[in-house]
Nanobody, 121 residues
Framework: QVQLQESGPGLVKPSQTLSLTCTVSGGSIITNFYYWSWLRQRPGKGLEWMGAIHYSGDTYYSPSLKSRTYISRDTSKNQFTLQLSSVTPEDTAVYYC?????????????RGQGTQVTVSS
């Protein structure tokens, strides 16, 4: 069974870039037909789909975050990463990485435990 684990700093200063890595075990990120996604849940709000990288390497982003979001992967390490630039306190959230055959789902079949990121000076 595939397992996903998020890692990265828990505290980021405003205007900086938030960088998170998802390490995948039990399955390859180049497995046919899967999307590898990043989601977040801000305080008091539901899960928000941020973007995804397809097994083919194609990337897709939420229109509301597209200008600040970049997703990449390292197939040799079986990892994919999220970079969110110009962060503000509004980006404080629990961030999740996930896998699903659907691109923009907020109920993925596989999801990491999540990592808290706080944006504060």
């Amino acid at each position: 069974q595939v397992q996903l684990q998020e890692s990265g700093p828990g505290l980021v200063k405003p205007s900086q870039t938030l960088s998170l890595t998802c390490t995948v075990s039990g399955g390859s990120i180049i497995t046919n037909f899967y999307y590898w996604s990043w989601l977040r849940q801000r305080p008091g709000k539901g899960l928000e789909w941020m973007g995804a990288i397809h097994y083919s390497g194609d990337t897709y982003y939420s229109p509301s975050l597209k200008s600040r979001t970049y997703i990449s992967r390292d197939t040799s390490k079986n990892q994919f990463t999220l970079q969110l630039s110009s962060v503000t306190p509004e980006d404080t959230a629990v961030y999740y990485c996930a896998r699903d055959r659907a691109r923009t789902t907020t109920t993925p079949v596989d999801r990491g435990q999540g990592t808290q990121v706080t944006v504060s000076s």
